[in-house]
């Protein structure tokens, strides 16, 4: 187990606020990525600070079977946020145990058991979901149930041809994130509806990258007017604090089977969940991501780069030499904090309420390291 570390010399980070992270000697830097998502409101938000302060003194825990204010707010804020029909929202801990509940609950719901995932798919690292989870380095020696199909992102005929009566469920990112950051192509979605449609298998979309503004609508399935009939969200649901949840539509919920975890809908992470969609619902930040994406893909068009792809603010560049090195660069010489996404690309996913001026800053030190 490795932690990402730049050079000898590990940053330390001690606090943030906003776009920007300061380490323990001082140092200002914006990030670009260091917070993997979780932080699309900016970190240390103070209304989410606050929500949280006053749920902690208010009460800590209670386990699920006593109903609290809190856990039902964001039942019904979830439901209310999510596309369509999706209603019967399941709360947990972390991305990866929102797409295990999905699987479970497709199983259960169509009586079947294979799953159609894509190649370069990251799902989580849980067994379930790390089967469907493509790189062998994350499979290896850890006797990964067998029972998902893999085929090529973006090809919708190969994606039709592998389901059939005996799938359970289709899990798509509707933008591969740590797989290079590649968009669906147009009409990818909605094929893969179709094919879910024609065979009665679940489509489960996996916003967890995608999801709560990053790619300039509150879900990137909604940019492509596909329904799933469940949808996975976490990383930035909870500025933070662990929360991740299943949103299913009826015929999912109504057959789901048993599941359950302790600390699902525990009132903290539910008070900063409710206190984040509020800032992103004031603030507008998913049309703003997308805004600023815009500006940051075409201002990163100019440099002498392979490849700008990406929607709003989960943006892969594609350099010639080695991302690492980059990387390492960019946080040393120029205090910017970004993710790699594959050997080549770089992954810039900013929290959602950057300025224009943070974008010049970045693609600036981008240049500079070219
Ligand atoms: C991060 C991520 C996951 C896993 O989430 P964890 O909270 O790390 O378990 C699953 N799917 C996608 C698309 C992700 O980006």
Known sequence: MSGFVFGEKPIEIE????????????????????????????????????????????????????????????YDRLAALAPGALSNVWLCNSGTEANEAALKFARHATDRETVVATKRAFHGRTLGSLAATWKQKYRDGFAVPDNVEFVDYGDADALADAVDEDTAAVLLEPVQGEGGVRPAPDGYLAAAREACDETGAALVLDEIQTGLGRTGALWACERAGVEPDVLTVAKGLGSGLPIGATV?????????????????????????????????????????????????????????????????LLVGVEVKRGAMRALRALAMDHQLLALPAGRTTLRFLPPLSITEADIDRAVGALEGVL
Do not use: M, N
């Open 15 to 74: 606090s943030g606020d906003g776009v920007h992270l300061y380490d323990s000697g001082g140092s200002e830097y914006l990030d670009f990525g260091a917070s993997y998502a979780c932080a699309p409101v900016g970190h240390s938000h103070p209304d989410v600070v606050s929500a949280v302060e006053q749920q902690a003194s208010d009460l800590l825990f209670v386990q699920g079977s006593y109903p609290t204010e809190t856990r039902t707010a964001l």
């Open 248 to 312: 299913c539509a009826d015929w999912i919920a109504d057959d789901a089977g048993d599941h359950g975890s302790t600390f699902s809908g525990g009132p903290v992470p539910c008070a900063a969940a409710l206190a984040t969609l509020d800032v992103l619902e004031r603030e507008s930040l998913a049309t703003h991501a997308g805004d600023l994406g815009g500006y940051l893909q075409s201002e990163l068009s100019e440099l002498p780069v392979r490849d700008v792809r990406g929607a709003g």
